[in-house]
């Protein structure tokens, strides 16, 4: 039996269902109960599409009943909520007042939690993978060589983690030369001023050399200035070499570290370990400061002071540029990155504002809806805050990534009221207020109820990530999508009471003064409302304007232009094609997708941080990083097999193209043989190897750093473990830093002792190695999470799967096309696929909702579809470039990554809600 149209316009307190022909099918006259259209219309195939409900007590069993015995498994999530949220529409239409305090209220008492705020600025916590291979081998370390006093008697080449330092480049402006006196004068200045006392705070005032690292109670020295200060005719008369520099006082200095860009005398012949230089483009001072207990805030403030007073020194002078570098810059450029969203925040807000009242405007000034835009703004502000002291109270800390998150949930939310205000306009003029909320919600409720879960479970599935970046901005973010729903059906459904209640009464939308008669109830009358709808049920719903309905010229153009133009035969056609060759270039996109986050992505571009960093990884990359190669067991290092075993594993990186030959390698057992060569010692027992080892070569001064990597056991006479160093070579990309760490690790996997491979610069890149699976696992998780969860709030089976192949389509599309817009693939690019998974679902969700709940023909329910929610998927598409559009403009790597990958799922999430799904469902989509 086929249904005809609720008489749901009727303000009698008498409601009658009603067939094609007029007649009745149910009739209930207590004024307590209502009739509810579940669909918005009445479908073919469901023969009960009604359901009286008590709105006050909602008989569960009548529901039950009713549900289970007319719709299959899919359609009773869908029914349910449809009613729920139509009851709760005119809950909000009869007590607007409470409703839109109520989250105000909450957000003013969760905002004390702003007293409570923390920051997080480590970049090694934040952008390294926490449970990273290289953090747990760093902990070994220290174990083993726990004896060993690092900052009182250390090298840099031994340290397990960066601390405290201070770094300074010198360059000239037309490349020319730094080893002359102008410059080298300027350096020793500077030198001279950091060995100076320097005032902190207060009257406390500290030196160098009582906050540095030392070896044997003297700080770590930077050869060139002690050439150079000792004789400054060193210089001209060829006598310092590179990479490594005999010192006056007979020692070896190594210049590796300090000079770059090095042109050498002896062009022909093969460079040595002692190549005579010519010049050198580049000079860098390095010094080491201790980071252990009170030491680490003080030098924090030592760093701060140097660099305030370099800056000075070298303001005027003239062709030589100085940039500086610390331990502390990393964090000072977060917070000057954060800040500097902060600003640009109420820039994009105001562009918001303007855009959506904008949108929200129409010739008729009692139809407009300007306030309603503004509540929209404000309810995804509410959303915020709250979410924010939610977090800071229980104490999550705020990393620099979480600044992306306003301009992305006012996008969202914008997106969500658009299409409870299409809702809006869909419903009857003539009805009620608290009909008209009613309808709204139920029509609404699937789109925004199925895009608020399936981006809460991408977030949830970031907030696993082993990154902290990407878990920190998750939770953030995947709380602040909760609230913004919350608001949404209460505080923006209040104001949209507030506003139907001036467009019924007539009234202007910015003066408030009546300018036409209240509507009219028009249908009052048993026969009308019978007639009424045996027309309406005569004509298809996607052609033709419903009684008293609010249009929109967006609305029509989809109905009338667009919709009939892309499901013209042969411009689907063309559509396939231009699909196909969009997911052509993405898949190739994708095979050249790069892996890595560097240095110079941390720091805002265009810094003095970024500058420094590129002169880095320009000049400074040939000599580092040195890797350490751990035996972690006893061995007996005095039988000839046990030290062939170990040259042999050491030999295996010398020989690889990303490390340095064996001129470069420390290894004390390397030169405790040749000492025994010398002193004529063969055939050694093991007491007498570590005899002389401890009392004779140990002690020896050019020998004695090889003390801090040999650790003896309690009785000194066995060796528990020991440590070798070879030196990485040419390192300048992300994946140089890979293959080197890889192969490094292979190495010591390989190795017949218990070995690991490490080197503090590992902790950074092990997210070459993290990312991808992690990728992976998060995509896969994220994308069967929606496709449940699809499967439960779209009741059709095929629609669920065409959601989840465009949502696989388009994160295939803004990975490869992120490729040719330079993003590599990261942990930041990670958090904006994950972003994008919960935007492209968005616009996927909104068309096929609207398609099931469409009547006719799929050519008329595709229209239908683009009709109902075609304007709102554009402007929510708008609203989210406007508030990431000032992102474009940010110093932060991150955040212009964010403006990136948004831009593309944007642009592909519109081409696939509008153009290429649609064309799906006319061909594949279920029928009537």
Request: a negative charge; proline letters at 4%; one cysteine or more.
């Amino acid at each position: 039996m086929k249904l005809g149209i609720i008489r749901r316009f009727l303000p009698s307190t008498s409601y009658s269902i009603l067939n094609a022909d007029g007649d009745d099918l149910d009739e209930k006259s207590d004024p307590e109960y209502s009739v509810v259209q579940v669909n918005g219309h009445i479908d073919d195939q469901t023969t009960t599409d009604v359901q009286i409900l008590d709105p006050d007590n909602n008989n569960s069993e009548t529901t039950r009943e009713i549900c289970c015995n007319s719709c299959g498994p899919l359609d009773c999530i869908d029914h349910r909520l449809r009613h729920l949220f139509a009851a709760w529409g005119r809950i909000v239409a009869r007590h607007p007042w409470p409703i839109l305090l109520l989250p105000i209220l909450v957000t003013i008492g969760l905002s004390v939690g702003f007293r409570y705020v923390t920051m997080e600025t480590n970049q090694e916590k934040i952008y390294t993978p926490q449970n990273g291979k290289a953090k747990t081998e760093r902990k070994i370390v220290d174990d083993l060589f726990s004896s060993v006093s690092w900052e009182d008697h250390a090298t840099p080449a031994r340290l397990t983690e960066l601390g405290r330092y201070i770094q300074i480049i010198f360059t000239t402006d037309d490349d020319q030369n730094v080893l002359i006196s102008a410059l080298l004068d300027k350096a020793s200045d500077v030198h001279q001023m950091v060995l100076d006392h320097i005032t902190i705070s207060g009257n406390v005032s500290y030196r160098y050399e009582n906050l540095c690292i030392k070896w044997h109670d003297s700080c770590l020295a930077n050869t060139v200035l002690t050439l150079y200060e000792d004789n400054e005719d060193y210089f001209t008369d060829n006598n310092i070499s590179y990479p490594y520099s005999f010192l006056p006082d007979g020692n070896v200095g190594f210049l590796g570290a300090e000079l770059g860009d090095v042109e050498l005398w002896m062009e022909d012949e093969i460079e040595t370990q002692f190549s005579p230089v010519k010049s050198a483009k580049t000079f860098r001072l390095l010094y080491y400061l201790k980071s252990e207990g009170e030491f680490d805030e003080i030098n924090s403030k030592f760093e701060s002071f140097v660099i305030k007073r370099v800056r000075k020194m070298s303001a005027d002078w003239e062709d030589v540029n100085v940039v500086t570098f610390t331990s502390r810059t990393p964090d000072d450029e977060v917070k000057a990155a954060t800040y500097e969203m902060i600003v640009l925040f109420p820039i994009a807000a105001a562009l918001l504002l303007i855009f959506t009242v904008g949108s929200c405007m129409t010739k008729d000034p009692v139809r407009s809806k300007p306030w309603l835009a503004i509540a929209a703004l404000v309810s995804t502000l509410l959303a915020m805050l709250s979410a924010l002291g939610v977090m800071f109270f229980v104490g999550v800390p705020f990393v620099d990534m979480v600044v992306a998150m306003p301009f992305i949930i006012i996008g969202r939310g914008l997106d969500d009221a658009f299409i409870m205000l299409a809702a809006w306009r869909q419903t009857d003029t003539n009805l009620p207020v608290e009909r008209r909320m009613s309808l709204t919600l139920a029509d609404s409720v699937m789109s925004i109820t199925a895009t608020t879960v399936t981006d809460t479970l991408a977030f949830t599935v970031g907030s696993i990530s082993s990154f902290v970046s990407i878990r920190t901005f998750c939770v953030y973010t995947g709380l602040a999508v909760v609230f913004d729903y919350i608001y949404q059906i209460t505080f923006f459904a209040a104001c949209m009471v507030f506003s139907g209640r001036r467009e019924a009464a007539g009234r202007h939308c910015f003066t408030m003064k009546r300018i036409q008669k209240p509507y009219a109830i028009v249908a009052t009358k048993r026969d009308e409302v019978t007639d009424f709808v045996s027309k309406m049920d005569k004509q298809p719903d996607n052609t033709t304007k419903s009684y008293g309905q609010e249009d929109h010229a967006f609305m029509t153009f989809f109905r009338n232009y667009f919709g009939p133009f892309i499901l013209n035969p042969c411009i689907k056609v063309v559509v396939m094609f231009i699909y196909l060759g969009y997911i052509g270039v993405a898949i190739w996109g994708c095979s050249m997708v790069e892996q890595g986050l560097t240095e110079q992505d941390l720091v805002r571009q265009g810094s003095e941080a970024s500058k420094f960093l590129d002169l880095k990884y320009k000049y400074f990359k040939t000599y580092e990083p040195a890797v350490s190669l751990v035996i972690k067991t006893e061995q007996n290092y005095w039988e000839a097999e046990t030290q062939e075993i170990i040259e042999r594993t050491l030999s295996k990186l010398e020989e690889d193209k990303h490390f340095h030959d064996s001129s470069m390698t420390i290894s004390w057992l390397h030169e405790y043989k040749r000492f025994l060569e010398l002193v004529g010692i063969s055939n050694i027992t093991k007491d007498l190897f570590m005899s002389i080892l401890r009392e004779q070569f140990l002690l020896i001064p050019a020998f004695e750093p090889f003390q801090l990597d040999i650790v003896f056991d309690e009785t000194n006479t066995s060796i528990k473990s020991s440590r070798y160093f070879v030196l990485g070579k040419d390192l300048f990309t992300s994946d140089d830093e890979k293959a080197m760490m890889l192969k490094a690790r292979q190495v010591a996997k390989d190795c017949e002792f218990p070995a690991i491979a490490y080197s503090p610069a590992f902790i950074y890149f092990d997210q070459f190695v993290a990312v991808i699976p992690t990728t992976v696992q998060n995509m896969v998780i994220a994308i069967g999470s929606i496709l449940c969860v699809s499967f439960l709030l779209i009741p059709s089976a095929t629609c669920c799967v065409c959601v989840t192949i465009s949502v696989v389509s388009i994160l295939v599309g803004v990975i490869g096309y992120m490729t040719f817009w330079n993003v590599n693939l990261h942990s930041v690019s990670l958090l904006a696929l994950i972003l994008s998974v919960g935007f492209s679902v968005d616009y996927t969700i909104h068309i096929t909702s609207a398609y099931v709940s469409a009547r006719g023909r799929r050519r008329d329910r595709v229209i239908r579809a683009l009709y109902s929610v075609g304007m709102p998927i554009i402007q929510g598409s708008l609203s989210t470039m406007f508030a990431i559009f000032i992102c474009a403009f940010s110093s932060h790597y991150g955040i212009r990554v964010f403006f990136k990958s948004l831009t593309l799922v944007n642009l592909f999430g519109i081409a696939h809600g509008l153009v290429f799904l649609p064309v799906i469902l006319s061909v594949l989509g279920p029928s009537q």
